[in-house]
């Protein structure tokens, strides 16, 4: 075996698939736990969103976290499009007829197209909310709750992303809603297979462990996105 | 039973091959989808062309010769079955049945139905044996304790008959299954255990020359494998190979 075969072989493209995939997984709970606070009302809500913001922006730990993130999401990708071009070669000629319905779900056989969609959500969505963060013109908060004058104004991402779903501001937010909660049906499907696909190309999907990780897979798969997607119409339909 | 048939034509390798349809009439409904490939054989010989090639040997679903792509799967509809024990009670009259051959860039067409899936041997030799010395004083198997357990998993892979329905089913003609099922029948005993490193890593790196694609876990191949080989197998695999890569001098 040539000592690069862990990097090349079709296995070690699977174990980096899994592995990147199951950090998302992990990237997705926080992002979500970070979103819910949206949830929270009044001034006392906007606060503490937009010191959350401060704090994902600044502090060097998460920084740390969000390349590993950005490094896997870019991983992730590339090595799904080597897998996929690897596997078209595969078969040059095709079936004429391919009932691939009988015997494998849907989502199983699309991965590639549902990466490519949540590929596309992941550029407009970070274009829409942390490009503007990091480098747009930030309304700024300049009072705490109480009505205390701060002495650091903080970036108003809470007023950012208020707009962005109000349809009296922006022109563009039922579509941006209605897309937001289709992107989140893409990621339930990616997740229906990738999570315990995940494991399985790990070998742990396995035993008694086997079940529990199909179970969890679909539980996750339908919760999490569930949970994203409820955020934006909320905010939308409060604000209508 | 009559039937419209869309067989799959190929004079050789480098020949583009096409769909060519034949009617059949009369097929028995008691007769395996072999016999009525014969019949259809028959029917063509007389009319002094030249027959469907397909390959079949034992007709009893443990060669795993019969190979052929019906209907859109492998080895036709039904679980658990080669072509040779899918009955023409299956299907109804007036049908149209497409027959296809096995397709993976790592399984040629030679002609018509046959394809050749040396890959497979050439896989198995690159790691799918016991180095047992035979000398004529083996020592007996019973002799080592295996818990049933083991010996159960161990069987189960060695029912794999190597027929490539798992190639010619997934999406991405991975043999992963196949491979998983010679990796684990040998790893799961003692007996193969001094080589479990080499083979894992070996058997692997001679399935990637071969051209075959990556498996994307979609269970498509355990659906249609004639021996219900379990995707416990690949997980194995996949322990094994990593195992082998982390430490592999072990």
Known sequence: MSRSAILKSSLAKKYWMSATGLFLCVFLLGHLAGNLQLFMEGAAGEYQFNQYAKFMTTNPAVKLLSYLTYASILFHAIDGLLLTIQNKKARPVNYAVFKASANSTWASRNMGVLGTVLLAFIVTHMTNFWAVMHWGEMPMQTVDPEGKLLEEPLKNLHMVVMNFFNPAENSLALLATVLYVLSMVAIGFHLSHGFHSAFQSLGLRTGKYGKLIMVAGKVFAIVVPALFAIIPLYLYFIQA | ?250
């Open chain 2, 1 to 250: 039973m009559n039937l419209t048939l869309k067989v799959w034509r190929q004079n050789g390798a480098n020949d583009k091959g096409r769909l060519e349809s034949y009617q059949v009439k009369d097929i028995s409904p008691d007769m395996s989808f072999l016999e009525m490939m014969d019949v259809l054989n028959d029917q063509i010989i007389v009319e002094g062309k030249d027959p469907v090639a397909f390959d079949h040997d034992c007709r009893e679903g443990i060669c795993g010769s019969c190979s052929m792509f019906i209907n859109g799967e492998a080895h036709g509809p039904g679980r658990g079955i080669t072509t040779c024990q899918l009955h023409m009670r299956t299907f109804n009259d007036g049908d149209t049945i497409y027959i296809e051959p096995w397709r993976a860039a790592a399984f040629p067409v030679i002609k018509d139905l046959v394809t050749d899936r040396s890959a497979f041997d050439r896989i198995i030799q690159a790691g799918g044996y016991v180095s047992v010395n035979t000398s004529g004083n083996t020592q007996d198997a019973n002799a080592l304790p295996i818990p049933k357990d083991d010996a159960d998993k161990a069987f189960d892979a060695a029912t794999c008959i190597g027929c490539g329905a798992c190639v010619a089913t997934c999406k991405n003609s991975s043999a992963m299954l196949f491979v998983s099922a010679k990796v684990s029948q040998l790893a799961l005993l003692p007996q193969g255990d001094p080589e479990r490193t080499t083979r894992a890593l070996h058997m692997v790196e001679q399935m990637d020359k071969e051209g075959f694609g990556n498996c994307t876990n979609t269970g498509a191949c355990e659906v249609e494998c004639p021996k219900e080989i379990s995707l416990e197998n690949i997980a194995r695999l996949n322990r094994e190979y990593l195992r082998a890569s982390v430490n592999p001098d072990k």
